[in-house]
């Protein structure tokens, strides 16, 4: 009986230590989200270049009109507010499930270490797009995003850094193959955010 207390003790302590330590209240669902929008961004981005009359498979350096690139620029930043809102909304009802706070200094360190790769990388990206690098920018956004999931995984579910790795091994491989940045980009923000919130969502559900 006593080593049955002892044992319950243990994992009472060993949970408190690991809301205390890490951010649990991510949800799977949100990944799931992103992944969708990210892949009905892709498509319709595509259909954009149809529309164009861009052969976006060719590998050939393009040259984007001003509109264009501002039409591009306003599609990503619309799917980055939808996969940040839906990320927002499930873990804050996970977080009000499981009684769990989703604000404190675990979540600071969290968005502190996503955020330094994440935006030094959009940086990045805003640099290729204003010498008109076109090219390099869907292998860029892989790279620095899965940067970001790798140095944030230590405050969140250690899953986080096998998708960022995934990211930037995707990213790497997009630098070899230009002209499909968009094949490896919907890839990699689409379908394997989908099966990341998929595998989270049962794992930790």
């Known amino acids: 009986m006593e080593s049955k207390n002892y044992h319950e003790d243990l994992a009472h302590i060993r949970s408190m230590m690991e809301r205390s330590s890490r951010f649990i209240s991510l949800s ?37 009109s001003e509109d264009l690139v501002r039409e591009l ?60 690098i076109f090219v390099f920018v869907a292998p860029t956004t892989l790279i620095f995003y899965g940067l970001a999931l790798v140095n944030a995984s230590k405050y969140t579910f250690t899953d986080i850094q096998y998708l960022g790795l995934c990211q930037i091994v995707l990213g790497l491989l997009s630098f070899f193959f230009l002209g499909w940045g968009l094949v490896f980009w919907a890839f990699g923000f689409g379908v394997l955010h989908i099966v990341y919130g998929l595998v989270m969502h049962k794992k930790y559900m």
């Open 28 to 64: 799977g669902l949100s990944g799931v989200f992103a992944g969708l929008v990210a892949l009905l961004g892709a498509v319709y981005v595509y259909f954009v270049f149809q529309r164009e009359g861009i052969d976006y498979f060719d590998g050939k350096r393009n040259v984007f």
């Open 73 to 132: 620029a306003m599609i990503g930043a619309a799917i980055l507010v939808l996969a940040v809102l839906s990320g927002y909304i499930f873990t804050a009802r996970k977080s009000r499930e499981k009684n769990l706070q989703i604000w404190d200094q675990t979540t600071k360190r969290l968005l502190f270490n996503f955020a330094v790769p994440l935006i030094t990388g959009g940086l990045f990206c805003l640099g290729l797009l204003y010498h008109e």
